[in-house]
């Protein structure tokens, strides 16, 4: 169940015939007759300067929106409906090509767009959004899970195309589907974890955990504030963390419920240090500025991090997607000025679900 609304939009080569509201009233309401029977018109108001506005409703609670842009020529057109689990849909999207085939010729239109329905306010919702804040959809058929902890809202789908799906906070985090995302993290067949000491910041779908065992490390830590991700995860996202979120404490690595910082804190007055320390933690945000609550996250992380590194160990981290220069930019200037000096390098895999490319980093300590 969800409102389906169907957006066209058309770029008419002589604005001047937007000034005749009857006119273009007459010549959708032929076009939408056809597809729509029953078509009422309720409003058709000059706003001036501002274009025209015409409200028609239908059958199946529809309601369609024209809006004349007169300035730039530009004509919108919205069909919402209500549309039921057992219901047919008002349009098929054939139709909806139909109907934009029709109406370029009486519109005089020069540029044209049409979209299938976009379903909204149903009981799962099929849309996230890329690192660069576009609109992706899914094709989400179950609602595996769901809970607002204290930290987040932790939500797993299925996803025919991509199999269980983590979600956090409404932003795609990990799927069955997502090994690459894990190899490339982790760098697999690039570094050597054998008999090294691991700490995980995060971590809480116990991929990254899972797949460091294979690489048989003498002990992996892991910090995660979020006890409700690893028990889900536990249960729905298996191909993933395999059995590892079975138990905390296990011969060759310890899963800790807590704050990292504060562990992180222990780890530096203790002397403890690391071979590998792994942010899996908050992305790298969109933001003009490298200020924020969210950056100044990243840099205290960056700073301990390093702290509780041994001299020849390495940070790694993921980044955002390729298609955010500008934030990767910041975060590279941000590893510049850290309190310890660094070289980095970085690494990119394009990740299935994510359905776009990921940049990964490898941080070290300038020698």
């Not at 002589?14 to 018109?41: A, C, R, W, Y």
């Not at 085939?101 to 890329?130: E, Q, T």
């Not at 934030?327 to 990119?348: G, I, N």
Request: charged share 25%; glycine share 6%; net charge negative.
């Amino acid at each position: 169940m969800a409102i389906n609304t169907i957006l066209m939009d058309f770029k008419v080569s002589e604005p001047t015939k937007l000034d005749s509201g009857s006119n273009i009233q007459t010549d959708v309401h032929q076009v939408l007759e056809k597809f729509i029977p029953g078509l009422n018109m309720h409003m058709m108001q000059d706003c001036g300067a501002d274009g025209l506005l015409i409200l028609w409703s239908g059958p199946k609670s529809c309601l369609v929106t024209l809006r004349a842009f007169r300035g730039p020529g530009l004509v919108s057109i919205s069909i919402e409906y209500y549309r039921g689990d057992e219901d047919e849909a008002l349009l098929t999207f054939d139709q909806v090509r139909t109907i934009e085939s029709l109406l370029v010729p009486k519109l005089n239109s020069v540029r044209h767009h049409k979209y299938p329905a976009f379903k909204r306010g149903g009981f799962i919702n099929r849309y996230l959004v890329s690192s660069d804040e576009r609109v992706l959809e899914y094709d989400f058929d179950e609602l595996l899970f769901e809970e607002q902890t204290p930290f987040q809202k932790v939500q797993i789908f299925h996803s025919p195309t991509f199999g269980n799906m983590l979600v956090l906070d409404d932003l795609q985090n990990l799927a069955d589907s997502d090994l690459v995302y894990t190899e490339t993290l982790m760098q697999r067949g690039k570094e050597n974890f054998e008999g090294k000491e691991v700490l995980i910041l995060g971590g809480g779908d116990g991929a990254l955990l899972w797949e460091l065992l294979k690489e048989k490390p003498k002990f992996v830590t892991m910090l995660e504030i979020d006890d409700v991700v690893m028990q889900s995860c536990k249960k729905y996202l298996r191909k993933c963390c395999g059995t590892c979120l079975d138990t905390y404490d296990a011969e060759n690595y310890k899963i800790i419920v807590g704050d990292c910082i504060k562990w992180l804190d222990q780890y530096i007055s203790d002397g403890k240090t690391f071979d590998y320390v792994f942010g899996d933690l908050t992305d790298i945000p969109l933001s003009t500025t490298p200020q924020g609550e969210i950056w100044d996250f990243i840099r205290l992380i960056l700073n301990k991090a390093l702290k509780v590194l041994k001299p020849s160990g390495k940070f790694m981290t993921h980044g955002n997607g390729i298609s955010c220069p500008t934030a990767l930019a910041m975060y590279e200037e941000q590893l510049k000025k850290l309190e310890t000096p660094v070289d980095f390098s970085r690494d990119h895999a394009f990740v299935p679900s994510f359905m776009e490319d990921w940049v990964f980093y490898q941080v070290w300590r300038k020698q």
